[in-house]
């Protein structure tokens, strides 16, 4: 039992900000990107990336459109600084995109961060050091000023080494981790300090990142946090305000969103929140909040299984199947009312209006999904989902009455099996329920003819091996059929439809029929090239299942009148 946590954790609340202006505020447009998947994703692996790994991330980056991509942490891992050469000396990197590495406030890390960097024509560099009380006290065990001039310092020796690599178009960036942590005033305090020393401008800016090093509170905390820096900040028309939030709480994302809308203009994170603890922000689901509401994110997830694929292969992590927009369910419905709400919204779509179909955030094809998975069926599921799987992988499209009964059979095989049934294996549940021949009437063909201005019709069937000719007249062939038969049913509805086209094209029939002693109505199908065969397939289709229905003993009482020269009454 957990014990009680008002005598071990306190609410976090480091702000009181009355006036706050973030919740009105709309997104319009995205966010300046950040991937950090390289260096704070890679940290979280078990087994970090290898360089031919990293380089092929990389690439992937590139490939979806992000600008600015942390690459690595060059003074902490050999891997990660043979990675930033070689992008470097192989001209890896287009001339819009501009690589960023990070290094501690500390001497030695920073010459040799800087020292990685030689020859590149564009690059950022990311200086930090923690702020927080429970650092300065425990791990440092610095006081305010302690901290400060740590910051400073460093921030000056990058600044000095810069200006030895003319060649490099620089961009400074510095982080106070675990800002939420820390005290406003005096984030503001070493904030301020350091873009004093980067002199930073309008013509030159400065990022400043505000991370969620540790997410302490509810996403609004952290926006109110990130206005006020946004008021307060020196020299704020000389930077870019940006944010780095961690999921610990599970709530990354909103605390993201709402940062921008609090005046953050960059966010960086991962691909589907990869990273330590819990992980970064996810910026797949970010960007493509953003364009659900129709804000392109001006990052390319066209291809989303492309990108999850190779994320998986470089991470060794696998992507929940659940997980938001890329996992491999999350526009799979098992559950009957959904696949019913989804199909009527498919049938009702129209490509001219904007998107609008139900449960479906977002259109699947936008990312390079196809419609296929949209609707899989288990026990779960209901007509909707039978429907629409034969309608779309067969070409069936089955009258309502007859999805209802067709979803029975199929959810007792689901039942059975208890696993999920794939479109191949509806279509062999389907072949034998309607299409393959049972007892007592196994059809071999048929042949019209008029008489008297009637028609007429002379049915072959097969019995225990040997051929019967039978003979009936009606007003059309159906009629007549069932006078073949001497059936005792009655044609309630009757539906066609064509499968395929050209010659390969084939006629499907449904015919629905009642029979006294047999509970409701029972449908019956046939398929043929010829119209008129598939009429008499789906009749005799529909008969043999009503006689599987029939108490055993009115089978034998209707066998024994066929003896007595009568096939079938």
Same mark, same amino acid.
């Given at each position: ?15 009181? =900000? ?43 980056? =590139? ?120 005290? !406003? ?24 990142? =505000? ?59 991962? !691909? ?10 996810? !910026? ?273 009482? =209707? ?11």
């Amino acid at each position: 039992m957990l014990s009680d946590p008002s005598k071990k954790y306190r609410p976090y609340r480091p702000i009181r =900000l009355t006036d706050r202006t973030w919740p009105d505020v709309e997104i319009t447009r995205p966010p300046v990107w950040m991937s950090t998947d390289l260096r704070d994703g890679n940290q979280a692996l078990f087994e970090p990336m290898s360089v031919a790994t990293k380089l092929e991330m990389f690439d992937m980056l =590139l490939a979806v459109g992000f600008k600015e991509i942390e690459v690595g942490f060059p003074s902490a891992s050999q891997t990660d600084y043979t990675v930033v050469r070689r992008l470097i000396e192989e001209e890896r990197i287009p001339e819009d995109v501009r690589i960023e590495v990070i290094t501690q406030a500390r001497d030695h890390l920073i010459e040799q961060t800087m020292a990685s960097l030689r020859g590149a024509k564009r690059a950022i560099v990311h200086l930090y050091n923690a702020t927080s009380p429970v650092f300065r006290k425990t791990v440092f065990r610095l006081d305010r000023a302690g901290v400060r001039a740590v910051a400073v310092h460093g921030a000056k020796l990058i600044k000095r080494l810069a200006a030895a690599q003319p060649q490099t178009e620089w961009t400074f960036q510095y982080s106070p981790e675990t800002f939420s942590a820390t005290e !406003l005033d005096f984030a503001k305090e070493v904030v301020d300090a350091v873009t004093a020393v980067w002199e930073a401008t309008p013509e030159h800016p400065v990022i400043v990142n =505000l991370p969620a090093t540790v997410e302490m509170s509810t996403p609004n905390v952290f926006a109110d946090q990130i206005e006020w820096m946004h008021r307060h900040l020196a020299r704020r028309d000389g930077i870019v305000l940006s944010v780095h939030p961690h999921n610990d709480r599970g709530s990354a994302v909103a605390a993201a969103e709402f940062a921008v809308m609090a005046g953050a203009e960059r966010v960086e994170g991962c !691909l589907f929140g990869n990273g330590e603890r819990t992980g970064n922000v996810d !910026l797949v689901t970010l960007a493509l909040n953003l364009y659900t509401q129709g804000v392109h994110p001006r990052l390319d997830f066209s291809r989303i299984n492309d990108v999850a694929r190779t994320v998986e292969q470089c991470t060794r992590l696998p992507i929940h199947p659940r997980h938001p927009y890329a996992g491999d369910l999350v526009f799979t419905a098992f559950s009957g009312s959904h696949q019913d709400a989804i199909k009527k919204g498919f049938t009702a779509r129209n490509s001219d209006e904007p998107w609008a179909v139900p449960y479906l955030p977002i259109d699947p094809e936008d990312l390079g999904r196809s419609y296929e998975s949209v609707i899989r069926v288990n026990s779960q599921s209901g007509k909707g989902g039978v429907a629409y799987l034969l309608e779309r992988e067969y070409g069936l499209v089955m009258p309502r009455r007859m999805q209802v009964e067709f979803s029975r059979v199929v959810q007792q095989a689901a039942d059975t099996s208890g696993k999920e049934i794939r479109a191949d294996e509806m279509w062999a549940i389907f072949r034998r329920e309607y299409l393959e021949p049972v007892e007592p009437i196994d059809y071999v063909g048929q042949s019209l003819f008029d008489a008297d201005g009637r028609q007429g019709i002379r049915l072959r069937v097969r019995k225990q091996g040997h051929d019967k000719v039978l003979t009936g007249m009606g007003n059309g062939p159906i009629d007549a059929l069932l006078a073949a038969l001497a059936a005792d049913v009655r044609v309630q509805h009757y539906k066609e439809h064509s499968i395929g086209r050209g010659s390969d094209a084939q006629a499907v029939c449904f015919v629905e029929l009642a029979c006294d002693g047999v509970a409701g109505d029972v449908f019956g199908v046939g398929i043929d090239g010829n119209i008129v065969s598939a009429s008499v397939k789906a009749v005799i289709s529909g008969i043999n299942r009503i006689w599987a229905r029939l108490p055993s003993i009115e089978q034998t009482a =209707l066998l024994q009148r066929e003896q007595a020269g009568r096939y079938y009454a």
